[in-house]
């Protein structure tokens, strides 16, 4: 790929004609795109794509866009002035209209197709083909690949019409799912955890699309009606969006031979993974073989860091299919995702996920992927026996270094060097038992408190009631909490046994306040929970996105303590009468 290509770096882009100076197609210049695809991207109605790794497609603009959001941070680390977010150009670009833009930016964009596997097993009824030749973006077109201040990014349309790959949906989003995406991709980015991007949200002023929902205060696990919606489109951006899924589809062609380049096709979309999202740590004068190797050691290790990182935040992905697992090792496409409310183990916000996608068994699901992973990579070392051998020992270390990952996360959650199963597992019970916020929780923790009363705030369960159950459950807690500091005295004194000119109470305190400063750094004090989505994407249903902007000020600055004002709005119990509702407590999509 050509990076050297790109302009000065930390030039100000002010406009799209700016923007176009830094245009640089990769994948439509390096992969091979379907050979039944028409030359003018016209390319809307659903059909098989044997083979290629891309179609070429022109999204479909929205009616009368009107500017929501952008993210500043994100405009700022790109060098994109603010300005340019309701500029004319840029939002005509950036709401599906490719008609008129500069040179070399390309008036097409592109879809790519990938395969489904659900929890580790291969798919193919859902596609109405039933060949498994119709799965892919449909309706996620990409528009833009550019290397801006040396960076690779694609930017891609969310609801940017119909594709090949639809299967006769009507290939747009709608303003709620958008506003849950963009705000929770920005929310991801500040909690430090991989994530592709928000760039800018736009909606129609007159295009609307039926979409099944629920009645106010439904408590169905289904949706129970339908209801009209402004459709939108949000533009993420990521250095890639190659999927798992997509690895799989192009794997099981090379394993079937399904037509005669299917094993070169596989090895070309390897390779571009590689200089995408890995050249960093995969030298380009290596075998194939031992690429190949390196990179299924490299995603190893970033899938079982994004896990841990999604448990420590307290999110859930919700349908974590091999399609929506980035290869890139980062968090993609927020459906129904949520952030824990009350500690469960089980939680899941999505109805149709099942348990095996529940937040405490993400990691199970992440295993399942990078199964899948190898599986796919596997026919490219079909001749190579240590290779495979190789491939197999990772797949098999996998769940060891997800618990290693796990284990050290819980560790710093609680402000320990080291991980403590008995103390971890009363405390997990202890928060189910008594109904804990995850949050609030683990942040009241972290000011070190000498007593259980500031923990209380987040208790949704009343210990005071004078039960005999409650006051086992308060006289374990005081149990508990004396027991972590216990710990947390003798790693504190450990630590500065070297330090021979400082009494040891003063080398105590100064370890507190080191522990609490680094236990404020990764248990968030914010999180983006559904039922404060929920009046933010109704008010901008009316055209108010007051409340849409100030959520986002707050989780773009998750770990910060902020305004009283901001604390009594954003940082409390979910209110007893929104449990068990439709849409804010379960859902069943989010499109």
């Known amino acids: 790929m050509t990076n050297q290509l790109s302009p000065q770096k930390n030039a100000t882009v002010e406009t799209v004609k700016d923007l176009a100076k830094w245009a640089n197609y990769s994948l439509m210049n390096t992969l091979k795109r379907d050979p039944d ?17 891309y179609v070429p497609v022109n999204p479909t603009p929205i009616e009368n866009p009107e500017y929501v959001a952008h993210s500043s941070t994100f405009f700022k680390e790109l060098g994109f002035a603010d300005s340019m977010a309701q500029s004319a150009d840029f939002m005509r670009v950036f709401s599906g209209d490719l008609s008129d833009v500069p040179e070399p930016m390309s008036k097409l964009g592109w879809a790519c197709g990938y ?15 039933k060949t498994g030749n119709g799965y892919g973006d449909g309706r996620a077109v990409s528009v833009l690949e550019a290397v801006i201040n040396g960076k690779r990014w694609e930017m891609q349309l969310k609801g940017g019409g119909r594709t090949p790959y639809c299967r006769g949906a009507d290939g747009r989003a709608v303003l709620r799912s958008s506003v849950r995406e963009f705000l929770a991709q920005e929310h991801m980015h500040a909690l430090g955890v991989p994530t592709s991007r928000s760039l800018s949200l736009y909606v129609s002023k007159t295009e609307t699309v039926q979409r099944p929902w629920y009645s106010e205060g439904s408590r169905e696990q289904d949706p129970d009606r339908m209801i009209t919606e402004a459709v939108a489109i949000s533009t993420r951006v990521a250095p890639s969006f190659i999927r798992v899924g997509q690895l799989e589809l192009f794997g099981r062609r090379a394993r079937k031979h399904e037509h005669p380049q299917a094993m070169a096709e596989l090895e070309q979309l390897v390779l571009h993974l590689i200089d995408r999202e890995y050249a960093d740590v995969i030298d380009p004068q290596l075998s194939l073989l031992d690429k190949v190797l390196k990179l299924a050691s490299e995603f190893r290790s970033r899938l079982t860091s994004l896990v841990a990182n999604w448990v420590r935040v307290g999110y859930c992905q919700g349908n974590f299919n091999s399609d929506n697992c980035a290869a890139g090792g980062f968090t993609l496409d927020y459906g129904p995702f949520g952030f824990c409310d009350v500690f469960n183990p089980q939680y899941q916000p999505w109805t149709g996920g099942g348990q095996h996608f529940a937040f405490l068994n993400q990691d199970a699901a992440a295993e399942r992927n990078y199964l899948m992973f190898c599986t796919a990579l596997s026919p490219l070392l079909a001749n190579e026996a240590d290779g495979l051998d190789e491939l197999q020992q990772l797949v098999n270390d996998f769940s060891t270094e997800m618990q290693t990952k796990m284990e050290q996360m819980w560790a710093t959650k ?4 080291r991980f403590n199963a008995a103390l971890f597992t009363e405390l997990s019970t202890l928060m189910q038992q008594t109904s804990v916020d995850y949050t609030m929780f683990f942040r009241e923790l972290s000011s070190l408190p000498d007593d259980i009363e500031p923990l209380t705030k987040s208790f949704y369960r009343e210990l005071s009631q004078g039960a ?12 508990w909490l004396a027991q ?10 450990s630590d500065d046994t070297n330090d021979d000119t400082s009494d040891d109470i003063s080398v105590l305190t100064r370890s507190r306040d080191d522990i609490a400063k680094q236990m404020k750094q990764v248990n968030p004090k914010y999180s983006l929970r559904e039922w404060l989505l929920v009046p933010a994407y109704q008010q901008a249903s009316q055209g108010d996105y007051t409340l849409l902007r100030e959520l986002q000020a707050v989780m773009t600055d998750p770990y910060a303590e902020q305004s009283q004002e901001v604390e ?12 068990a509702i439709g849409g804010l407590s379960h859902l069943s999509c989010s499109s």
């Open 37 to 53: 695809a028409t030359s003018h991207g016209a390319d809307h109605r659903p059909r098989q794509v044997f083979s290629g790794h």
């Open 115 to 129: 395969a489904l596997s659900i929890y580790g097993t291969e798919y193919i009824q859902q596609c109405p083909f």
């Open 414 to 417: 609680l402000g320990l060097n």
């Open 468 to 479: 005999q159950e409650s006051q086992g459950l308060e006289q374990r807690w005081v149990a």
């Open 484 to 493: 972590w500091h216990s710990l947390l005295s003798t790693e504190a004194n």
């Open 568 to 579: 009594d709005s954003f940082y409390r119990l979910k209110a007893s009468e929104y449990f």
